[in-house]
């Protein structure tokens, strides 16, 4: 199902044996355009402190009472290696991430982390100097507000992302037009970005503002179906992912 980052931000984070807090961010990778990490604010169980939980440790969420449950338990959370939520996360901790939920290393796998065995203790971060942040992990929250750029002149911002959680891949930017298109709300896939400029939050697109103009609207932003994603791909002569 594809869900707005929107919607979910604040959803609860369920353990085996209690609430761990909620969803405040989510890291993704701007290679794949995939959630790598959930933010995770913990509250009032351990104030001042947010982790990172991989995507693939959540179960389906309960869309009735927005909680997303986790195959972990409070322990194996309060546990997991600390990370600095307010600076850019390095390669380091993402190891040390992976070792201790028992996955394979997104970056050499190719594929979203999944988790193998849970650990019942904390594994031993890597003995390595520190390395830089990873210049590819982007903020989702960070990324709403982007301006976007036709070929001919400005869209508008995006104002959410809209994730499909069966691979936690990000299908489409979901892109306020302002003042250009009052009221408006259009919709890119990423594969459709040309460039993007993550200094000054610049992203440009290879349509034209009149292919844009003509694009079809879903019948309920920022949900999309599938009948419309196939008019969608169809109007920008795009294949679908799907295929």
């Not at 992976?98 to 971060?125: H, K």
Request: overall charge negative; aromatic content about 8%; proline content about 8%.
């Amino acid at each position: 199902m594809i869900r707005s980052l929107n919607d979910l931000l604040d959803y609860a984070i369920n353990a085996s044996d209690g609430v761990i807090g909620s969803v405040s961010d989510v890291y993704l990778d701007d290679a794949g355009w995939t959630v790598r990490y959930l933010v995770v604010d913990t509250g009032t169980w351990l104030p001042g402190r947010k982790v990172l939980l991989p995507a693939s440790a959540l179960d389906a969420p309960d869309t009735d009472s927005r909680q997303f449950p986790v195959r972990l338990t409070r322990k194996q959370v309060e546990d997991s290696p600390g990370t600095d939520t307010a600076r850019p996360v390095n390669r380091q901790e993402e190891e040390a991430l992976a070792g201790y939920f028992g996955v394979e290393p997104y970056w050499l796998s190719g594929s979203l982390i999944g988790p193998a065995e849970l650990p019942t203790v904390p594994a031993e971060p890597p003995a390595d100097a520190a390395r830089r942040g990873d210049p590819h992990l982007r903020s989702g929250r960070e990324i709403t507000g982007y301006a976007i750029a036709a070929t001919d002149g400005d869209i508008g911002t995006v104002s959410d992302l809209l994730i499909d959680d069966t691979d936690w891949r990000v299908r489409y930017l979901l892109v306020d037009t302002g003042t250009w298109l009052p009221g408006r709300k259009v919709v890119f896939a990423p594969g459709w970005v040309e460039s993007i400029d993550w200094a000054t939050g610049a992203v440009r697109v290879g349509l034209t503002r009149d292919r844009v103009r003509n694009s079809p609207v879903p019948e309920s932003v920022p949900e999309v179906n599938r009948a419309y994603e196939e008019q969608l791909h169809s109007h920008y002569l795009r294949d679908p992912y799907w295929m």
